[in-house]
């Protein structure tokens, strides 16, 4: 059974820092590209960041110099490290796993950007 398991969200004031982790089982996770999607309330989903198998990594622009992407194939966990947090980046926070045709989404976590 396939489980890609998110944590870290929760409520963090404007130019805080959050470190998501998404933990993957019942797949050959380094096989897998890996990738966060947000979705804030009444807005499409939207990727965030994403990291290849051979950790090539890409940023949506808003994030650019912000948001850092991370894997550790040991522990088949992908990491969202998140520094200057806004709250424009509100949004349930949701991991992706894709291989061969194969994709696998998290339940996904909040994150409150406020004060």
């Known amino acids: 059974q396939v489980q890609l398991v998110e944590s870290g969200g929760g409520l963090v004031q404007p130019g805080g820092s959050l470190r998501l982790s998404c933990a993957a089982s019942?797949?050959?996770?380094?096989?897998?590209?890996m990738t966060w999607y947000r979705q804030a309330p009444g807005k499409q989903r939207e990727l965030v960041a994403t990291i290849t198998s051979a950790d090539s990594t890409d940023y949506a622009n808003s994030v650019k110099s912000r948001f850092s992407i991370s894997r550790d194939n040991v522990k088949s966990t992908v990491y969202l490290q998140m520094n200057g947090l806004r709250p424009e980046d509100t949004a349930i926070y949701y991991c992706?796993?894709?291989?061969?045709?194969?994709?696998?989404w998290g339940q996904g976590t909040q994150v409150t950007v406020s004060s």
């Open positions: 019942g797949i050959i996770f380094s096989f897998y590209r």
């Open positions: 992706n796993g894709k291989w061969n045709g194969l994709i696998y």
